[in-house]
């Protein structure tokens, strides 16, 4: 089973029925989205100390305290280190460490204080404590706020000048509905959200939006090609998804295989902690991005599609296993043609719901399309 | 035909590999962000009074303008009450100091003389007419001397050629470069609180007298518009003894062409620099704003509006410190990164080898000349813009490999149809390009929508991104048409991709029977 189906994938021949399932993605994607909420509301999300601000410290540095003595004492007073800022300050004559971590109670600063200051064999008083404002200032976030609402409008007039507006809205469920999830599992896991994340989260928004255009360009390449056959959209969405099920999975594979490595390698192997949280946030968005192109935005789009007149007449009518395989390769069919009263119409007359009834599937499928006089040698 | 296809593949080798070589000449390399490398802490300290808040808003500013200073990503933050501002990619201090330090301090002056550099110039009078005392370069060609005449000189000339714009009402429009004895000859004399000043490109001296309103007379709400089909600047003034007093009391000076301001111009002076110089066309100002029209171009006016509006920082600071900040990140973590991403890129290409056999043999030399590009920018960027690699960018250029791989599978899937459809891509490989193109091209347009609104409407960590996306997009779109079409094609027609298992297709009839069955 699986080598047949490995080999079917290797050959673009797979006839998943993306379309008829498109419930299960559906409810799956609306469970994890109120899981989601849910968690923002009541947990909300771990702002890191670029957003919210915090305290840092400032002492001498010397043979006795140094980055790794400074980092000790944040430990032994319960502190967690892995997005502490500490560094050294070197002002040619004097140098100084500093420690800055996430607002603490009074009585944590001054503890940290007084050890700092014993390590240092300072007097307390010159271990110097300071609030610290965040570097994620409010303009940042309303900036990026408004460059997204502008970035959301003109990637819609685009996708409805490229393609076509209910194109525009599966592209963009797709892209909340990756956002949120990713969001939904740094609130869960309580990640502490840095700047960095905030980047992959933008990553992914492109990436989720890249991928599902990539299929809508199938999709639109599809329907040109059966416009002049009777073929329901549910067809033409499960025939482009399949079609470029391979270049998707490829695709993803070839995104995600870095980020895994970053976050194996880079991050539990040779322990750079900085990079673990990052590619996390990358690697949950990829696959939501390449999970939502599939099963949110194209669905999406079939289901908008089917309530226009020219497709009602055929909502619901799926070709599936071989028919749908024929079409899959390369378009039209190879083998056998039904004659039946409709299937000789012309597609000017096809909007009437009339035929509706009287078609059988797999008549509609054996239409021919247009000739294709260019297509075949 | 061949030459169609061999001139862009050789041009793009060149480039590319050119690019890395001259910067890695050079000694260019892509500079690390604070993050990774550290780089100059500047510390400003408040003096005097100031508002609570007002600290909070000087930050903003700061922020406003540090990070409109090129694509690096610095740290601004309060520290207790100081402001700190961490500038990575800097190589030494005072150039920190540099950008850091200019206070920000926006002052008023009346101008007492003018004149270009180095020259003695003439023409007095004429301040009616208009023109933005910055604009004009060429003057210090001319070394006339003494006239009382506007059209002798040449550039007075030209000068007058180019104030069209007439005054209006409630105007200051900007000043004509009367004469004043030059820079040597004024220095000897100068009395209590007046001083010298040159314009941004040093064309020309202003001789101001002290002081007059500090940029504060001024709400926050500079903007530039178009009036009467000319850019002009508009700007509120505060209310009150500090605003709207003040300001009318130094413009009846200039308007009256009192001693304190013969000139009737006002200099609008930031961190001693003259920034323009308008005259003043009313005693006082009654509608609340004030409106400077001049010879603008818009980004003339943009910028001015800009400084009238951040320029003014609430607080004032006392000189800047600078001092050396050691990396938050160990060395190590940019290792793992690199090594890591290193890994992740070779099991990509070992993937790809699997899947797709010998045509990914494009890929690998696609991603070296991608790779080289990226670099060499990165570098030059480094460089001229004080452009700095976070972690966080660093993961994101190992990413953008996966997204830049997508190209060549949405090409190579569409070759692999083509070849299971029974065709030789020796043929094909032209019109499967095309189609492969369209996706491509539509896909990267939305990421370059996206890069370009990120960029022009954000600052700090997001902007950076925004570069990076935008970097890889276009990179991405060039290599596509000008690396991969003719790589392809030029080997459509050898035996290389016209043997019977490339691309892992293998019996062609067999596999469409198979999907028909």
Redesign the interface.
């Known amino acids: 089973m699986m080598a047949g189906l490995w080999n079917r994938l ?4 797979t006839t998943v029925d993306f379309y008829g399932k498109r419930k299960v993605g559906f409810i799956f994607s609306a469970v994890l989205v109120i899981i989601t909420l849910g968690s923002l509301i009541g947990r909300g999300v771990n702002l890191g100390i670029d957003f919210t ?1 915090g305290i ?1 410290w400032e002492v001498k540095q010397s043979a006795e305290l140094t ?1 790794d003595t400074a980092r000790e004492v944040l430990e032994a007073n319960n502190i967690e280190t892995a997005n502490a ?8 004559d004097a140098a100084r460490v ?1 420690i800055q971590v996430e607002d603490q109670p009074e009585n944590v600063a001054s503890a940290v204080k007084k050890s700092l200051a014993d390590k240092a064999s300072v007097d307390v008083n010159e271990v110097s404590q ?8 409010r ?2 976030t309303e ?2 706020a ?3 609402l ?2 959301f409008l ?2 819609t007039a ?2 409805v000048w ?1 393609f076509e507006f209910k194109m525009a809205v599966g592209a963009l469920a797709a892209v909340v509905h990756d956002i949120i999830i990713s969001v939904g599992v740094y609130s869960l896991s309580g990640f502490e959200m840095t ?2 994340t ?3 989260f ?2 992914i ?3 989720s ?2 991928d599902t ?2 299929v809508f ?2 999709v639109r ?1 599809n329907t040109e090609m059966y416009s002049g056959s009777k073929v329901s959209y549910g067809d033409i969405v499960n025939v482009s998804m399949n ?2 099920l ?2 998707s999975l ?2 993803s ?10 976050l ?4 539990f ?4 902690v ?2 673990q949280e ?2 996390i946030a ?1 690697l949950v968005g ?1 696959a939501t991005g390449a999970y939502s192109s599939i099963y949110i935005a194209t669905p999406l789009l079939g289901v908008l599609k089917e309530r226009e007149t020219k497709y009602a007449a055929m909502r619901g009518e799926l070709s599936r296993g ?1 028919d749908m ?2 079409m ?3 378009g039209m069919t ?2 056998t043609r039904t004659r039946s009263a409709t299937a000789s119409e012309k597609p000017a007359s096809e909007s009437t719901p009339v035929a509706e009834s009287l078609v059988d599937a797999s008549v509609i499928l054996s239409h021919p399309p247009r000739p294709r006089k260019k297509r075949q ?1 | 035909m061949r030459r169609r296809l061999l001139v862009p593949l050789i041009s793009v080798f060149v480039v590319a590999f050119g690019g890395l070589t001259a910067n890695l000449l050079a000694g260019n390399s892509p500079a690390l962000g604070l993050d990774l490398q550290g780089g100059v802490s500047v510390t400003l300290q408040p003096v005097g009074e100031y508002e609570a808040n007002a600290l909070d808003v000087a930050v903003e500013i700061i922020r406003q303008r540090v990070d409109s200073l090129g694509v690096a990503e610095p740290e601004i933050i309060r520290q207790g009450g100081t402001v700190v501002v961490n500038l990575p990619g800097v190589k030494d201090q005072q150039s920190a100091l540099d950008l850091v330090g200019r206070t920000g301090e926006l002052t008023l002056r009346p101008v007492l003389q003018m004149g270009t550099t180095a020259t003695t110039t003439t023409v007095a009078g004429e301040t009616t007419t208009t023109v933005d005392a910055v604009t004009s370069t060429s003057v210090a060609e001319q070394t006339t001397t003494t006239a009382a005449d506007v059209a002798t000189g040449p550039g007075s000339a030209r000068r007058a050629a180019t104030t069209t714009v007439p005054p209006t009402d409630s105007s200051v429009p900007v000043a004509d470069d009367s004469a004043v004895p030059a820079t040597t000859s004024a220095q000897p004399q100068l009395a209590e609180g007046q001083e010298i000043l040159a314009d941004k490109d040093g064309s020309f001296v202003y001789l101001v007298g002290p002081v007059a309103a500090t940029g504060e007379v001024f709400e926050n709400d500079a903007s530039a518009e178009i009036q009467n089909g000319s850019w002009v600047v508009v700007v509120t003034l505060r209310s009150g003894a500090v605003g709207e007093d003040q300001w009318n009391a130094v413009a009846a000076q200039c308007f009256n062409k009192e001693e304190t301001c013969p000139s009737q111009q006002l200099a609008i002076v930031l961190d001693g620099e003259v920034i323009s110089a308008p005259a003043v066309q009313e005693p006082t100002f009654t509608g609340g704003s004030v409106q400077i029209s001049g010879d603008f171009t818009e980004s003339e006016a943009r910028q001015l509006a800009k400084i009238l509006e951040f320029g003014a920082v609430p607080v004032k600071f006392d000189a800047p410190t600078a001092q050396a900040v050691s990396a938050t990140l160990g060395t190590d973590s940019l290792r793992a990164a690199v090594v890591s991403g290193a890994v992740g890129v070779l099991l990509v290409l070992l993937y790809l080898f699997l899947y797709y056999r010998r045509i990914a043999l494009v890929v690998l030399l696609g991603l070296a000349v991608s790779g080289s590009l990226q670099w060499s920018v990165i570098s030059w960027l480094s460089r001229s813009n004080g452009l700095a690699l976070t972690l966080a960018g660093t993961a994101g250029i190992i990413l953008s490999v996966g997204v830049t791989v997508d190209s060549y599978v949405v090409f190579f899937e569409k070759l692999k149809d083509s070849l299971r459809s029974g065709r030789r891509l020796k043929n094909s490989a032209q019109r499967e390009f095309t189609a492969a193109w369209r996706t491509i091209l539509v896909a990267d347009t939305v990421s370059l929508i996206g890069a370009a609104v990120l960029w022009w409407l954000t600052v700090g960590a997001v902007r950076g991104f925004a570069f990076f996306l935008g970097l890889s997009t276009l990179i991405d779109m060039v290599i596509a048409y000008f690396y991969t079409r003719p790589m392809v094609l030029l080997l459509a027609r050898t035996r290389f991709l016209n043997s019977a298992s490339v691309l892992g297709v293998k019996r062609v009839e067999s596999d469409v029977a198979a999907g028909g069955a």
């Open positions: 290797y050959t673009g021949t601000g840092a980055v800022k500490i560094q050294t300050i070197d002002s040619g500093r300071s609030s610290v404002s965040s570097t994620w200032g303009s940042i900036k990026a408004w460059a997204l502008w970035f003109l990637v685009f996708i490229q700047p960095a905030v980047v992959a933008l990553t928004l492109g990436y939006l890249y255009i990539v360009d199938r390449e079609q470029v391979m270049r490829n695709t594979i070839s995104s995600l295989l870095p980020v895994v490595s970053l194996v390698l880079g991050s192997v040779m322990g750079a900085a990079l990052f590619a990358l990829l071989a395989g024929r899959i390769a390369r190879t083998t040698r």
